[in-house]
């Protein structure tokens, strides 16, 4: 069974950092695509940061140059590193594995910026 935690939200202010955590089981953790998604008050979930099996990496441009995502597989676990935060950064974000095509959810960790 996949499972996906998060951790590691809070608040912060503006330009302030966060470090999100998302510890993984019930997968071959190394071999699957790991994102960070974002959803905002009244607005869909987005996808921020994104990394792949080889450790390949993809961000959303509003977080380019303030964000770095990356893994650890002896450890399961995938980070998502936040620097300079804004408030339009505020919201849970969420851990996600894409296993042959769908995507496996965490609860959740809840961002909030202050301006």
């Known amino acids: 069974q996949v499972h996906l935690v998060e951790s590691g939200g809070g608040l912060v202010q503006a330009g302030g950092s966060l470090r999100l955590s998302c510890a993984a089981s019930g997968f071959i953790f190394s071999r699957n695509f790991l994102g960070w998604y974002r959803q905002a008050p009244g607005k869909e979930r987005e996808l921020v940061a994104g990394?792949?099996?080889?450790?390949?990496?993809n961000y959303e441009d509003s977080v380019k140059g303030r964000f770095t995502v990356s893994r650890d597989n002896d450890k399961n676990t995938v980070y998502l590193q936040m620097d300079s935060l804004k408030s339009e950064d505020t919201g849970v974000y969420y851990c996600?594995?894409?296993?042959?095509?769908?995507?496996?959810w965490g609860q959740g960790t809840q961002v909030t910026v202050s301006s």
């Open positions: 996600a594995a894409v296993l042959r095509g769908r995507h496996y």
């Open positions: 990394i792949t099996g080889e450790s390949s990496t």
